[in-house]
C-alpha cells in the first residue's frame, strides 16, 4: 500500500499550478501566430482547448497536451484524474480521442519509481475507458511530480466546437460541480471530509465523452471544459470571444457540499486570487461572497455549453439521461459596454 502522499510534494495542485491568464497573454504578446499553414482552423491565437487541423476528408485532427502537479495524495487517482483532464480538452471540442502519449516529470531522489508506475496505472485505465492505447512518452528528473498526457482525436469539420462561437440568446449548462480546487486544499492542509474527497474525485475522473454526442447536434454553438481559470475565468474566455455578455444564476450552478466551511477555514488555492484579479472588470457587480466559488480552480472539470434556444430541451434531455447536471446555469446577450461583462442574474 502507497504511504507517500504526493500532494507533500507540490506547491499547487492539479490545474491550480497553471499560470495565470495575464502572465500567459504576457509570454503570447509577442509570439506571431502561424498563420503559414491553410489547414491550421484552431491555432494559439483561439486561446481553445485544442489545436486542430483540417485532414481535407471532412475531418480535422486535434492535438493538445495538459499537464500539473499532484491534487491527491493516491499515485493511481493521480494518474486517474490527469488523463481525464488531459483527454477532455478533445471532448470539449467534439472530438473522439485516439491516442494518447505520457509527460512525467519525477523527482526520483525523493519519490520512488513505483510510485511513478502507480500513477501511470491510473492513467492507463482511464485511456482504456476511452478507448484509446497510451502509447509512450517521455520522462524527465524533476523536483516535483508532474504528469499529464498529450492527446490526438478526430473530429468531423462540420461538428468541430470553439470556445468563442456562442451566440446572443444562448443557454449555459455546466456538466460537474465546482470546488475541486478548495477540496483539493482542505486535503493538503488534513482539513477535507472523506465523503467530500471521494465526491470530488469521482467527478475529477469522469470522462467528459459527452461532448462527443453534444457536438453532432443542432443548436450546440459552444464548447469549453472548466480548468485551471475557474468558471468565470473561462466563461469571460467564452463570451469576449463571441463578443457577448453574459448572467449566471448562482442558485443553479452545480457545486461540491460543504464549501462554505472549506471557505471559512481559509481552504483556498492560491490560485483563486489570481483568478479573481485576472477576470478584474469583466465582474460585474458580484458579490465577493461567490468569487471563491465562480474562481476556483478546477481539475479535470465540466464542460460549459452554450445552447441555443431551440436546441435547449434537447441538451436538457442528454444530461438527464447521462445523470449530469441539466439545468441551465445562466444565459448569453448582446454586449452592452465596451467590453463583455459577467454578472449575477436578479
Not at 519525477?106 to 482511464?126: F, K, Q
Amino acid at each position: 500500500m502507497q504511504s507517500v502522499k504526493l500532494t507533500q510534494f507540490s506547491s499547487a495542485a492539479g490545474c491550480g499550478c497553471k499560470l495565470s491568464p495575464e502572465v500567459l497573454s504576457e509570454i503570447l504578446k509577442d509570439v506571431a501566430t502561424d498563420t503559414s499553414n491553410a489547414d491550421l482552423l484552431v491555432g494559439n491565437d483561439k486561446r481553445d482547448d485544442a489545436a486542430a487541423v483540417d485532414l481535407g476528408d471532412g475531418r480535422a485532427l486535434l492535438s493538445t497536451t495538459d499537464f500539473f502537479t499532484p491534487i491527491v495524495d493516491d499515485a493511481y487517482d493521480f494518474g486517474r484524474i490527469a488523463a481525464a483532464n488531459a483527454i477532455s480538452d478533445i471532448y470539449a471540442m467534439g472530438g473522439v480521442p485516439t491516442v494518447a502519449i505520457a509527460i512525467l516529470g519525477w523527482p526520483v531522489e525523493n519519490l520512488a519509481p513505483s510510485v511513478a508506475g502507480d500513477v501511470l496505472s491510473g492513467a492507463r485505465a482511464i485511456c482504456r475507458q476511452a478507448g484509446i492505447a497510451l502509447a509512450g512518452g517521455h520522462s524527465i528528473d524533476a523536483k516535483e511530480p508532474i504528469f499529464g498526457l498529450a492527446v490526438s482525436g478526430l473530429v468531423a469539420v462540420d461538428n468541430l466546437k470553439r470556445n468563442s462561437s456562442a451566440e446572443a440568446g444562448d443557454a449555459l449548462f455546466l456538466t460537474k460541480p465546482l470546488g475541486a480546487g478548495i477540496i483539493s486544499t482542505a486535503v493538503k492542509r488534513a482539513k477535507a471530509l472523506d465523503a467530500d474527497l471521494q465526491a470530488s474525485i469521482d467527478q475529477m475522473t469522469r470522462l467528459n465523452d459527452i461532448g462527443s454526442d453534444l457536438a453532432t447536434m443542432t443548436g450546440v454553438n459552444a464548447m469549453t471544459d472548466v480548468t485551471g481559470f475557474g468558471l468565470a475565468g473561462h466563461l469571460i474566455e467564452m463570451i469576449e470571444g463571441a463578443g457577448l455578455d453574459a448572467a449566471i444564476d448562482w442558485k443553479a450552478i452545480p457545486k461540491h457540499n460543504n464549501l462554505d466551511y472549506y471557505i471559512a477555514e481559509n481552504c483556498l488555492p492560491g490560485g483563486t486570487l489570481r483568478n479573481i484579479k485576472a477576470a478584474g472588470g469583466a465582474l460585474l457587480g458580484l458579490d465577493e461572497s461567490v468569487l471563491p466559488v465562480l474562481c476556483d480552480p478546477q481539475t479535470s472539470g465540466g464542460l460549459l455549453i452554450a445552447v441555443s434556444s431551440e436546441a435547449t430541451a434537447d441538451v436538457a434531455a442528454l444530461l438527464r439521461a447521462k445523470a449530469l447536471p441539466c439545468e441551465p446555469i445562466g444565459y448569453l446577450s448582446e454586449r452592452k459596454m465596451t467590453r463583455s461583462v459577467l454578472s449575477m442574474s436578479p
